[in-house]
């Protein structure tokens, strides 16, 4: 089910139809109902597979009808760097970073950070990797886009982490 009755979309007033696609779709990755658990893993592949039938909609004449099967034991096709295969073509107004954002405010963690590896923008993804203290992969991932201020700024977020405490580094291991 995409949206139950308790849910704010569903609310008398409302009109999903207006809302952003990167709205609704961290509306529903966030509400997926306790009774049918489902892994985040599993949730950002979904996540991932509409928006990339989303961004082909236009391109092909026949919809599905209804979400992908979360359950199915197929896997998204992936390409090296572990986002989904053809996502140089992202389509307008989709955010995996504003969904990843929506997870982490309901709470959500796992899902918010198994979406931060479909976002295609560098400073995105370090900026929610800083969100979640994921220190050591927000480091990595500054230092392979090659974007100095990327680098100082995960520098200056560890800076202010270890405070005015003359600590030994622990963050990184060699």
Known sequence: MLVTASDSLSSPGANPLSLER?????HWACRQPAKEPVPPSRLA???????S??????????????????????????????????SAVWPAGLSFADVAGQAILAGRLQLAEQLVDYEPRAWRQVQLLLRLERFPRSLA???????????ALVI????EQVGGRRTSFTYFTC
């Open 141 to 151: 991932r500054a230092v392979d886009s090659g974007d100095p201020e990327l680098i």
């Open 22 to 26: 990167t709205h609704l779709l961290a």
């Open 53 to 86: 039938s989303s961004a082909n909609a236009s391109a092909s004449a026949s919809a599905s009808a209804g979400p992908p099967d979360m359950y199915s034991s197929k896997g998204l096709s992936t390409g090296n760097n572990g986002r989904p295969a053809g």
């Open 156 to 159: 200056f977020t560890l800076k």
């Open 45 to 51: 592949e979904v996540v991932a597979r509409l928006c």
